[in-house]
């Protein structure tokens, strides 16, 4: 009978045992499952609160935001860095811009100051220029204004053309936010500027569509301009957008 008993109590004990550990095996798994919901890193998402600006607006503010961003690019030494779009030729220069002339510089005016007595503050420079010739766009009815960035053609490597008497070419866009005055086309403070000189061009930048650009004589560059516009009337040659 001994025998009997032990044997029916060591059964007990087993299926004890193994309804307890069932039942640690049920709350640890309810614990898991508990946490992972808890810290889920999902969350509902928000509405955003900015207002993408119409059309009209974000193209009258190209021309302020492309000086800010030259402004804030990285300098070189104790130089100013002003640049914008590249354009890939000559062709796609004419392409873009509204006006090319040849002229000579008659005053460079300060200009509109932005973020006056702020960290972010940018001052531009007028310069007055008596159209000689024009190569392409309206023919204006006197001298015209090109709005730039004061300091955009300071520092190593730039040649400064806004000063009196400088003969120039220059490849300029009709001002979007400055009615009756005129920027450098596409921006580009690199590729839009050149001295003239006696025997030819001189870039203020270089980089290659300059240097191919000033390789060129008055009556070559005539062609070249002409030949573009012709490119660009055909739709063969798209202008840079900006």
């Known amino acids: 009978m001994n025998g009997v008993s032990g044997s029916t109590n060591a059964r007990r004990l087993l299926i004890a045992g193994g309804i307890v550990l069932l039942m640690i095996c049920s709350v640890a798994l309810l614990l898991a499952l508990s946490g992972g919901r808890g810290t889920s890193s999902e969350t509902p998402s928000k509405p955003s609160s900015e207002k993408s600006s119409p059309p009209e607006e974000q193209a009258s503010g190209a021309e302020t935001s492309s000086e800010k961003s030259s402004q804030s690019g990285k300098p070189a030494s104790g130089g100013f860095f002003a640049s914008g779009p590249m354009f890939q030729s000559l062709d796609q220069m004419v392409a873009t811009a509204d006006l090319v002339v040849m002229g000579t510089v008659t005053d460079a005016r300060p200009g509109e100051v932005m973020a006056a007595g702020t960290p972010d503050e940018v001052r531009n420079l007028n310069a007055v220029v008596n159209v000689d010739e024009v190569l392409k766009g309206p023919v204006p009815n006197g001298p015209i204004v090109v709005k730039t960035l004061e300091l955009g053609y300071t520092g190593p490597g730039k040649t400064e053309w806004r000063q009196p008497k400088e003969p ?47 390789s060129l004589s008055v009556p070559e560059l005539r062609r070249e301009v002409d030949q573009a516009k012709a490119k660009a009337a055909k739709g063969d040659v798209k202008p840079l957008e900006f």
């Open 168 to 214: 120039v070419l220059l490849f300029l866009s009709d001002s979007r936010e400055t009615p009756g005055l005129y920027i450098m086309a596409g921006i580009s403070y690199d590729q839009t500027a050149y001295i003239r000189q006696a025997d030819g061009l001189a870039a203020t930048v270089r980089d290659p569509v300059s240097n191919s650009v000033a």
